[in-house]
């Protein structure tokens, strides 16, 4: 009897005929042998193990991730997402069969209410640029295009002001890095007519608290603007302050840094929009499940759908739900503290040592600080060493010096298996493959 092959094609050819002949892949994929060395269940596992056993984290030691991110995400804050009950609840489960999540996101907004002093939520962004972009877009006013955004902001505030098609205008800061006041005040009364927004991240990436923060703000409210707060430093305001309070009409929260959802790795995130009540009709909407924040406020002008699932990743909701609801006011007041408390630590043991760029007018930093490296020549002189010898390595290319495929920069990097291998067949030494630096040989990695 003859053998009987399948093939995708032969077992499904109905498929072939909906995928347009334009669109039908004619390259190779998935070439790599990684994709076909593991058949059994077990093998994939310690593949996967062993890719783990190479991440630095906190099972090793400190992790150098930015002062705005959480260090520690609970496990008992993260076990609701394993639980079926939110697992498994489709996104656009009518929201008569999904009333426990409903009553979580009432109680989660009626939380960062309270926190931030704001009126309504929308928490469709699932951060990166959407929660910055629909920030910008819920002004109603679209006329007004002009943005100012001071050199202490973070710099992803430029691109999504860019995004959004706004004209840009830069602000610089004073010798203590404070914004300058009276620049802002120059360019505000210049662009009035067409005054949008303010973009500011408070405290500052430079690790300060704005001192004249609320003069800013009237200024850019006399001149008819909004006030977009970048909430990514929002560790440094729980419990002690509030964007509302300030005065800011919009601000995002990264859940995935103030309040516990893990970070990295690319999401699952979320960033909610937080908005004072006459930017509420122009928060997010979505065509299948009505929304429009943490409770949807009355609709008349809504921006439309930023993300594909109405409350954006809303099975990581529970995280920050549970990690509010158990630090309670006190708590978080504390985490706030204590997160300050270790950045002026930290900055008064260095000082000695190290030159702190910034300080605040009474000697301290907020949640983070600068230390400047500057006089740190050796490592600067290290570092473009490095530069000049690859490129010395790629002109020895240019010139036919060596061969065009066969080379250190090629062959580069020069694992241990590799260096060590019985035979070595590279047209340069091995230790030059090794250590093509001096100081390489007492910090190889």
């Not at 995280?319 to 204590?338: E, F, H, N, R």
């Amino acid at each position: 009897m003859a053998e009987v092959t399948f093939s995708a094609t032969s077992l499904a050819p109905e498929v072939q005929d909906v995928i347009p002949s334009e669109l039908v892949r004619e390259t190779p994929y998935l070439t790599h042998s990684i994709f076909n060395i593991y058949h059994t269940e077990h093998e994939l596992l310690r593949y996967i193990s062993k890719l783990q056993s190479k991440d630095l984290s906190l099972c090793h030691s400190m992790i150098p991730l930015g002062s705005c991110n959480m260090k520690l995400n609970a496990t008992t804050k993260m076990m609701s997402v394993t639980w079926p009950t939110f697992a498994d609840m489709h996104p656009f489960a009518p929201t008569q069969q999904a009333q426990g999540y409903q009553e979580m996101f009432k109680n989660l907004g009626d939380m960062l209410y309270t926190i931030t002093e704001f009126d309504s939520f929308s928490s469709q962004p699932n951060v990166g640029a959407a929660k910055e972009y629909v920030g910008l877009m819920v002004r109603g006013n679209h006329h007004r295009n002009v943005c100012i955004i001071p050199v202490s902001a973070h710099g992803t505030n430029l691109a999504s002001a860019a995004m959004c098609g706004m004209k840009i205008i830069t602000v610089g800061t004073d010798s203590k890095c404070n914004i300058n006041i009276e620049e802002v005040r120059k360019d505000d009364e210049a662009n009035k007519e067409y005054l949008s927004a303010l973009m500011v991240t408070y405290p500052s990436t430079l690790g300060v608290y704005e001192e004249g923060i609320d003069e800013i703000f009237k200024i850019i409210h006399d001149n008819g603007g909004q006030v977009y707060m970048d909430g990514a430093n929002m560790n440094a305001q729980v419990g002690l302050t509030s964007p509302g309070w300030i005065g800011a009409d919009v601000c995002h929260l990264n859940l995935n840094k103030t309040f516990c959802i893990p970070h990295g790795g690319g999401g699952p995130r979320m960033g909610p929009i937080g908005v004072k009540k006459h930017l509420a009709p122009y928060l997010p909407s979505h065509p299948v499940v009505a929304t429009g924040g943490i409770p949807a406020p009355e609709q008349s002008k809504p921006l439309g759908t930023i993300s594909a699932a109405p409350w954006g990743s809303t099975l990581i909701l529970p995280i920050s739900y549970t990690y509010i609801a158990m630090m309670g006011s006190q708590g978080l007041i504390d985490a706030s503290k204590i997160n300050i408390f270790n950045a002026n630590y930290m900055a008064k043991r260095l000082e000695s040592h190290y030159p702190i760029l910034f300080r605040g007018v009474n000697g301290t930093v907020s949640h983070e600080f600068i230390v400047d490296l500057r006089p740190l020549k050796a490592e600067l002189a290290r570092f473009c060493d490095a530069l000049i010898s690859i490129r010395q390595e790629i002109t020895e290319i240019e010139k036919g010096i060596v061969d065009t495929n066969n080379n250190v920069i090629k062959g580069a990097p020069h694992p241990p298996q590799l260096l060590m291998a019985d035979k070595w067949t590279k047209p340069y030494s091995r230790e030059y493959a090794a250590y093509p630096a001096p100081w390489l040989r007492a910090t190889k990695f």
